[in-house]
């Protein structure tokens, strides 16, 4: 069992569009949770961070963190056909010796 | 602060060959990690360093695998006698070391082994 586990997708939305995408993981000692974008033939940027419980928000963006059900979530409001990339979710125990990445989800916007 | 910067971008090389890459890291970063990304899969560790110090290494590399960071800035991933399933994206990336990390990446290499 991989440790942490997102859907492949792709998933194809129209603009404007809520998207919900999400990761489940089985190591309940990590601590800090990410999301990156990727573009194709680029590296992973990082888009949002987070290290408790609860619901962060930036801008279109919003990450939600269920420690208890060991359950993440990205959410974009108002999505763009310039959001269309693979999204990455990310997590590390406290010592960030290493970070355990999903195999990601390749997200369209179509115009 | 210019980014992460690597080297090549990419790389062909046949079979049983060696090859290296280069890392640069943002400036004062002292954690630095590698990682490899196959096509639709996400990055899978290879090793991190805090400054020259390599204190994570995956148990998946085997020993055809090498990576060093003499000073604690750059480093350099080797490859001896590469394999096709060597075949991947190479993705370097560092943090700051103050605390909550976060990983900034350089655009990585990709590794072409026919």
């Known amino acids: 069992q991989k440790e942490v586990e997102q859907d492949p997708g792709p998933l194809s939305v129209p603009e404007g569009a809520i998207v919900s995408l999400n990761c489940t993981y089985s190591?309940?000692?990590?601590?800090?949770f990410m999301w990156y974008r990727q573009y194709s033939r680029k590296g992973p940027e990082l888009l949002m961070y987070?290290?408790?419980?609860g619901n962060k928000e930036d801008g279109r963006f919003t990450a939600q963190v269920d420690k208890s059900s060991k359950y993440i979530s990205l959410f974009i409001r108002d999505s763009q056909p310039s959001d269309s990339a693979t999204y990455l979710c990310?997590?590390?125990?406290?010592?960030?010796?290493?970070?355990?990445f999903g195999s990601g989800t390749k997200l369209n916007v179509k115009p | 602060d210019t980014g992460v910067s690597q080297d090549p971008r990419h790389k062909i090389t046949k079979r049983g060959q060696n090859v290296t890459f280069r890392c640069d890291p943002i400036s004062e970063h002292n954690r630095l990690y590698w990682y490899r990304q196959t096509l639709g899969q996400g990055p899978e560790f290879l090793t991190y360093?805090?400054?020259?110090?390599?204190?994570?290494k995956s148990r998946l590399l085997s020993d055809r695998f090498s990576a060093e960071r003499p000073k604690g800035s750059f480093s350099t991933l080797e490859i001896q006698r590469t394999e096709q399933g060597d075949s991947a994206m190479y993705l370097c990336?560092?943090?700051?070391?103050?605390?909550?990390?976060?990983?900034?990446f350089g655009s990585g290499t990709q590794l072409s082994v026919l």
């Open positions: 190591n309940s000692a990590f601590q800090y």
């Open positions: 360093f805090q400054n020259e110090a390599q204190l994570e």
């Open positions: 990310a997590m590390s125990e406290y010592n960030f010796n290493k970070f355990y």
């Open positions: 987070t290290y408790s419980s």
């Open positions: 990336a560092s943090s700051p070391g103050t605390g909550e990390e976060k990983l900034f």
